[in-house]
């Protein structure tokens, strides 16, 4: 049974990984947790929606709120207050995220040119907290510098205690066909903390590919998770060697319009919708049920499209 000591996180998911959803998630076994990026700029002014993204219940599974930001005093600043406030288990750093808007400030996936300088991030938090830190990055910023060795280790000599390496450069973005598993296979062989490898895992086929390329310790799975929560239990089963397990889809649908509601009664309305076109992705009739997603604005909206799903749905 040794596979069941493998991680097999949720990715973080701005929009869409939000409480309700790693609720559903945690129930096919993810192993751990990262709240949708908060901007460390806007917890220090005290921005009160961001604060509300670091909320997480009381899941059993480890919860790391991750913060974006690119000056070392200011993101202390905001895992010192979110820490002191919320429960979690660590503090994640977004050195990733390819977003214009967010690159252009020297913040996300734009730290990877400047490995000193995700040293001193990492440092700073690790002093400013008491729980671990980690690192959440890409292998570079374009493939003229796939400098993702040297920002581990400099995320490592830090105080990092773990790595979560997407495969891709900033100039990838989320493109097809250009995952670099050997490049998170660099990474593993450089540090002694464990790495989570991470990029288009969608079963358990390629989930046991991308571990068995990279020699990671374990997967974070972010877009493989959407319309699909239970993919955690489906890759577990597959590196067991065991079929998959059954699911009741309909239920866990149900459930995830009851938190949604439950958590975030005004944004659930809009943010279901996503959520509906995932769950409905690759279903034959689903060309017949789209206008009534589009338009669907409160729990009984989506309990009529759930109910309308045939029975071999
Ligand atoms: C909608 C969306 C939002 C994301 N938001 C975040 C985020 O807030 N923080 C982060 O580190 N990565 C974020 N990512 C990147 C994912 O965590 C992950 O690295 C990426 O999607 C590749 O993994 P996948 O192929 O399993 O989806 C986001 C990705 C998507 C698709």
């Not at 993204?53 to 905001?78: C, D, K, M, R, W």
């Amino acid at each position: 049974m040794k596979n069941n000591a493998i991680p097999l996180d949720l990715a973080p998911m701005a929009g869409a990984g939000d409480r309700a959803f790693r609720e559903v998630v945690a129930a096919f076994g993810a192993t751990g947790f990262t709240s949708e990026m908060i901007s460390a700029k806007a917890v220090v002014f005290g921005d009160r929606n961001s604060f509300a993204l670091a909320e997480h219940g009381n899941l059993e599974s480890p919860f790391y709120i991750q913060l974006f930001g690119s000056e070392p005093e200011t993101v202390a600043g905001a895992a010192e207050a979110l820490t002191a406030r919320f429960p979690c288990d660590g503090v994640d750093l977004n050195f990733g995220c390819p977003v214009p808007k967010i690159t252009k400030n020297g913040e996300g996936s734009a730290l990877m040119r400047t490995p000193e300088k995700c040293r001193a991030i990492v440092a700073a938090v690790k002093g400013a907290v008491r729980v671990p830190v980690s690192v959440k990055m890409r292998v570079g910023w374009d493939e003229n510098s796939l400098n993702a060795v040297e920002v581990a280790l400099a995320c490592e000599e830090g105080g990092a205690s773990r790595l979560t390496v997407h495969g891709r450069t900033r100039a990838d973005l989320y493109r097809d066909g250009t995952l670099r598993p050997g490049e998170i296979a660099k990474v593993v062989r450089a540090v002694k903390i464990p790495v989570l490898a991470n990029g288009d895992v969608r079963d358990g086929e390629s989930a046991a590919a991308l571990l068995a390329q990279t020699g990671a310790a374990g997967l974070a799975v972010g877009r493989g998770a959407l319309g699909s929560p239970w993919i955690f239990s489906r890759i577990r089963a597959a590196l067991n060697g065991e079929p998959p397990p059954e699911v009741d889809k309909r239920s866990v649908m149900r459930r995830h319009v009851a938190l949604a509601f439950a958590y975030k009664p005004f944004a659930a309305a809009g943010e279901m919708r996503t959520h509906m076109a995932h769950y409905l992705r690759g279903f034959r009739g689903a060309a017949a049920l789209r206008g009534a997603v589009s338009t669907a604005s409160t729990p009984a909206d989506y309990e009529a499209i759930i109910r309308r799903l045939p029975p071999d749905f």
